[in-house]
């Protein structure tokens, strides 16, 4: 019987040698994900686009493009946007597709970072079985201007073969107990019974926590520039720690961008992945996690000895004085199960190290801690 579901990392390999996947660096095989890398070309484009079915994504710049590539030694402006041509093409096998997210990093500095394909008329998106083309990237910053070099990965893509996302509440139930899919903080296991906000659609909601001393971050627009080659920057130049409401509440600003931390801590079987979702529109007006995959492993470890991990969110409100209290929902978790057990495991050795053990608001990997 055909294995179902995400393909994990020994496949993803098995494709860059048959050249599926061409152009890839092994190094950036994840768990289940290929980690996708900038080339040299980079062009400056006046807005957002997608190509018409059948067009290159090249040629649907054209028209949009400065005619001059960007030069890499100087920083990507704020609130510009950047045409990025990705090293890695696919040829895909009919009955593979794909979609890409922006990576942990990139949703921690405010970059945001959407795939295009050729012919595809959606941002991160391959996902026409036996999809065939070039990949590139646009590339927004948002709060501070960065600079890049290339080989450096802001997006990473995950490769299906089925449909195999959890959407009942039987299915998961009966997976939530087996695997035991939420810890608090405290290290204990939160059965499923005392759950008691849900939608009833298989994915799990994940609420804020904002019952810490350091409860978050947040970044104003600023002319300061982030090296995403150095490992060095101070926090303070970029971001302001947002300590524990002492009425409880924390009012947000319009525009601003903030990081935060659920109160829950998930784990992530290896033959599972699991992506974050949107709330419903009626718990605020704001976007979240705009890097949203979870690889195999996360907060669970190869033989689930890992008691949960907080997930980090980026947060921005579209309307003002937005107020959020601890424990309210912030987003939903949807697992989808893995075709095989990966190879690799997120958290074993130095595969996700970044961000391994986190339960606080972590700043990315570019700041000192």
């Known amino acids: 019987m055909k294995k179902l579901g995400a393909i ?97 990093t990139s949703g921690r500095n405010d970059i945001h970072a959407r795939l295009l394909g050729d012919g595809m008329q959606r941002f991160d998106s391959a996902g026409v079985p036996g999809f065939k083309g070039d990949l590139w990237s646009l590339i927004t910053p948002h709060s501070f201007r960065i600079k890049m070099q290339t080989g450096d990965t802001l997006s990473q893509m995950r490769f299906f073969n089925s449909d195999t996302r959890i959407e009942s509440e039987p299915e998961l139930e009966i997976n939530y107990q087996r695997h ?34 350091l409860v978050g971050y947040r970044c104003e627009k600023s002319q300061e520039i982030l090296d995403l080659s150095r490992r060095d920057h101070d926090p303070d130049k970029f971001f302001t720690p947002i300590y524990r409401p002492k009425d409880g509440k924390l009012k947000l600003r319009k525009g601003d961008f903030y990081i935060f931390f659920t109160k829950q801590c998930p784990r992530v079987p290896p033959t599972f992945s699991a992506e974050l979702a949107p709330v419903d529109v009626r718990a605020g007006e704001y976007r979240s996690h705009y890097a949203g995959f979870i690889d195999p492993g996360w907060g669970h470890g190869r033989d689930g000895n890992e008691k949960g991990w907080a997930i980090v969110l980026e947060l921005r409100p579209y309307e003002d004085n937005l107020i959020l209290e601890d424990n309210k929902p912030i987003c939903k978790l949807v697992y989808e199960r893995v075709t095989e057990e990966p190879e690799l495991v997120y958290g074993e050795g130095t595969l996700g190290s970044n961000y391994a053990l986190q339960n606080g608001p972590r700043l990315s990997k570019h700041f000192k801690s």
């Open 180 to 213: 035991k899919f939420l810890y608090n903080v405290e290290g204990n296991f939160i059965d499923y019974s005392k759950i008691k906000i849900r939608d009833r659609d298989g994915s799990l909601i994940l609420t804020i926590n904002l019952d810490s001393d």
């Open 8 to 104: 994990p990392s020994q496949t993803i390999r098995d494709m860059m040698a048959a050249s599926f996947i061409k152009g890839a660096d092994e190094k950036n095989i994840q768990p289940a994900s290929l980690d996708l890398s900038i080339s040299e070309q980079v062009y400056r484009v006046s807005s957002a686009f997608t190509p018409k079915t059948g067009e290159g994504v090249f040629e649907a710049a054209k028209r949009l493009a400065d005619p001059e590539p960007h030069d890499f030694s100087k920083p990507l402006e704020l609130d510009t946007t950047y045409l990025v041509k990705l090293n890695e093409s696919l040829a895909l096998p009919e009955g593979i597709y794909a979609y890409a997210n922006p990576k942990s």
